[in-house]
């Protein structure tokens, strides 16, 4: 598998290059954009290890989160948690989003200057935190989005603020200003505009992961199953979690059974929804 690494527009990343040599740099070759979580796998290299998409002729590439891995504040882990716990909504989960879904068509822009990509369909990957940017992607950028894939999403701040609540034993002290970034990360309320851009949406979530990111996801399948039901599709993994990689997930790690099986159902996906549909090259 040839692995590239370098940095676009200032963003981190990994790219996976299609396994058939007759693939790389057609126009028709399609790519596929990965965020990673904020939990293991939180790294693009992690995300790479842990979801290589494997079996996939598409260009796959891994883009680094804002205050993630080299962008990691001053203090590393450390650091990043005390940030979540001075206010997770605003110096975390909004900023990082915003940031990431700012940078996104200039870091793609670069790619295509620096990688042989060609104009092919189009593809979104997030976990957890990753699902709010390809989410806020989706909704807010103009660009030809075929299929989306989410595993363990984060689909409603408030309700990740929630779980953490749970995780960690605390409270947090909501404001006015973080309700509005809230409302902003709230997909199940904004479903409809999703449905509108009628891209094919996978969600994936584990039976053990907390109501927090189970309901909403079912939420958002519900409602967007509405509208195209062949094209949207809910998966639950038994026995699994949130994590898609074991701790700390920083670095490239053998991949987990539950990681795996999510790959093979993500690759199945975008398969049937990304690839299948290529024009004759």
């Keep these: 598998m040839q692995q590239l690494t370098g940095v676009a527009s200032g963003v981190p990343y990994v790219a996976l ?5 007759s ?8 790519l596929v954009v990965v965020w990673h979580l904020a939990d293991p796998p ?3 290299t992690a995300m790479a290890a842990a979801l290589p998409l494997a079996g996939l002729e598409a260009w796959r590439v891994y883009l680094g989160l804002p205050l993630h891995g080299s962008r990691m504040p001053d203090g590393g882990l450390d650091a990043y948690f005390q940030l979540g716990y001075e206010d997770a ?5 909004d900023p990082v989003c915003r940031q990431a879904v700012e940078e996104f068509p200039p870091a793609l822009a670069a790619l295509r200057d620096q990688l042989p990509l060609g104009d092919g369909p189009l593809g979104l990957v997030g976990g957890s935190i990753g699902a709010l940017v390809a989410l806020s992607v989706l909704a807010e950028i103009d660009l030809p989005v075929r299929a989306v894939a989410l595993a363990s999403p984060a689909i409603r701040l408030a309700s990740v603020v929630a779980a953490n609540e749970r995780r960690f034993s605390v409270t947090y002290p909501w404001t006015e200003r973080s309700r509005a970034a809230a409302d902003r990360l709230d997909f199940v309320a904004r479903a409809d505009q999703i449905a509108r851009r009628d891209a094919a949406m ?6 053990r992961d907390d109501e927090g990111f189970r309901t909403p996801a079912e939420q958002l399948w519900q409602a967007l199953s509405r509208h195209t039901p062949e094209r949207t599709a809910l998966t639950t993994i038994p026995e699994m979690g949130h994590l898609l990689a074991e701790e700390p997930g920083l670095d490239p790690a053998p991949q987990t059974p539950h990681a795996k099986r999510v790959d093979a159902e993500m690759a199945g996906w975008f398969q049937r929804h990304l690839t299948s549909a290529r024009p004759a090259s």
Excluded: Y
């Excluded at 693939?23 to 399609?30: I, V």
């Excluded at 909504?89 to 989960?93: A, N, P, R, S």
């Excluded at 996978?202 to 039976?207: M, N, R, Y």
């Design 17 to 21: 290059a299609p396994e058939r040599e």
């Design 23 to 30: 693939d790389r740099g057609t126009h028709a070759t399609p």
């Design 42 to 44: 939180r790294t693009e």
């Design 89 to 93: 909504v605003l110096k975390v989960f």
């Design 202 to 207: 996978q969600l994936i979530v584990g039976a």
